[in-house]
């Protein structure tokens, strides 16, 4: 499934205007396209039928769809914004001259018109809006979530930004929207999502052989994912599926070996060592059953001290992947260790938690890191990453994923109610599956855990970290539905893996 950002789109276009397809064309595509798409899929004949109209191209698409429905209900079209602004638009608005359309020149009596209406397009704003919208447009928006009218939205939802953001308040919520020529990360990442509701894909003509520039973004699906994870060969033994050392846990956090431990065992890794501070092997062990343990020297406050390196550099001689940073504390013997091993290591490893926040100082420290790295940084993890603000990496995941990825050589999975996973080379995943029962303390250690035991097993790092996210979505859907998103806990995640496995008879 396509999906393009706004510049791969507004590229698309160009190309398509580049190889003989003028602008109107492509609008006269997209409105002619969506009107058939409405009068299939809505029973629209005898309806009356508002279409709200910005002064852009998006606006054009209305007039467009406006006119060919023109026949078979009652069409009103308002100007939300005056007068079309652009060329093309105009022309398309010149093409109601003498149709059966009832153009209102403002939006002043808007709610008097939204609650008239069987059916609403907005085709006020698409890709193109940013920022806060006016106080005239939040009343119109207001008007249209008021009404009990079908909404359909031309391209985006108005008050959301293609990136995927939406506008503080009043965003015009959506049961379908029509994305025209492809999907765009706002169809797909909340908050924006939730306002688009049902997404079709309408083609307006882009030449097939259009090959965009990076990011290339996919969604993650069950057939990607079980398309990596094959069926185990009858002849096989422990060391067949990798060895993980794990490199976890402190006095102040009891928890995080265990679930991420448990979460790599239970997605099938062959051999898990716990590399944890001597004081904590015995409280932690009982419940990291299968596991091995590797006690080290600790810190008067219970951590992993860094007189422990050269124990941890002779035991990843023998493992094939690592994980470093699940409930590690930060301090500044675990600051060194970790930036001793990630100069150190040659394998594949997976950075989390206060492994991250101990390189956050200086992330050059994953350019000189030679072994393929993946990072799993959450919001405020990835603000510390790159010195930017919270908000500003909200605007746009996938831009933020992808330059830390490219610049650091590293796959970055940037944690979020939608999950993006990006590599170096410009591949770009967003998750589809996970709910709100994630949003508890120790849902990263096993996310981690996953992830890390599927490198174990010499999956690919990328291939790794795309299904380690979809699993520990899937793992959550499961336990929600059994258990409420309220009460379903990190720890119940290991076990649903058991039914995620079992029902693909693996």
């Known amino acids: 499934m396509k999906i393009y950002s706004i510049c791969q789109m507004r590229a698309a276009e160009k190309f398509a205007v580049e190889h003989g397809i003028d602008e109107f064309t492509l609008m006269k595509n997209a409105g002619t396209a969506a009107a058939e798409f409405l009068s299939k899929n809505l029973e629209i004949n005898g ?45 398309a608005f010149s093409q109601l001259c003498g149709a059966n359309v009832r153009i209102l020149d403002s939006a002043d009596n808007i709610f008097r018109e939204t609650e008239a209406s069987d059916v609403i397009i907005d085709a006020i704003f698409g890709i193109g809006f940013k920022g806060e ?66 997404c079709e894909v309408i083609d307006i003509g882009v030449p097939a052989d259009f090959s965009p520039s990076a990011p290339n973004i996919s969604l993650t699906t ?31 956090y009891l928890g995080a070996p265990v679930l991420s431990s448990s979460a790599a065992m239970r997605c099938g890794c062959g051999i898990v060592t716990l590399a944890a501070p001597r004081s904590i092997i015995p409280i932690v062990m009982p419940s990291c059953v299968g596991a091995v343990a590797l006690p080290l020297d600790e810190t008067a406050s219970g951590a992993i001290s860094h007189t422990s390196l050269d124990t941890i550099l002779s035991a990843l001689e023998g493992s094939s992947a690592c994980l470093i940073g699940c409930g590690l504390s930060l301090s500044k013997d675990t600051k060194s260790l970790v930036k001793n091993i990630l100069r150190n290591i040659n394998i594949p490893v997976i950075i989390d938690a206060d492994g991250i926040n101990a390189i956050s100082e200086n992330i050059n420290i994953l350019k000189e890191c030679a072994a393929p790295k993946i990072i799993t940084p959450h919001l405020s993890e990835m603000s510390r990453l790159t010195k930017t603000t919270v908000e500003k990496i ?22 979020d109610s939608s999950t993006v996973i990006a ?3 410009g591949e770009v995943y967003v998750n589809t599956t996970g709910n709100p029962a994630l949003a508890k303390g120790g849902s990263g250690d096993v996310l981690a855990g996953i992830i890390a035991g599927l490198a174990a097993q ?49």
């Open 394 to 415: 909200k605007s746009d995941r996938i831009a933020a994923a992808s330059a830390l990825a490219e610049n650091t050589g590293s796959i970055v999975v940037l944690k």
């Open 47 to 91: 309806k009356k039928l508002l279409v709200l109209c910005g002064k852009g191209n998006n606006g054009g698409d209305g007039f467009i769809t406006a006119k060919a429905l023109s026949d078979k209900c009652s069409v009103s079209v308002v100007l939300c914004d005056g007068t079309p602004a652009t060329e093309t638009a105009s022309r």
């Open 222 to 252: 069950d057939e990607l994912v079980f398309s990596v994870l094959k069926k185990r060969p009858r002849d096989c033994h422990k060391g067949t599926f990798g060895k993980l050392l794990n490199i976890s846990g402190c006095m102040n």
């Open 133 to 198: 919208p006016s106080e005239k447009f939040k009343k119109i928006f207001s008007a249209v979530n008021l009404s009990a009218a079908k909404k359909i939205a031309f391209d985006l939802p108005s008050g959301c930004s293609g990136a995927g953001l939406a506008a503080k308040e009043g965003c015009i919520r959506a049961d379908v929207t029509l994305a025209f020529g492809a999907l765009k990360p706002a169809h797909i990442l909340l908050p924006a999502k939730e306002f688009c509701g049902r």
């Open 458 to 506: 010499k999956i690919a790092p990328l291939d790794a970290a795309v299904c380690g996210v979809y699993l520990q979505g899937s793992a959550a859907d499961k336990a929600a539905a059994r258990l409420s998103e309220y009460a379903a806990l990190p720890a119940d995640l290991p076990q649903e893996l058991c039914s995620i496995f079992s029902e693909r008879a693996l």
């Open 423 to 425: 590599s170096p080379t």
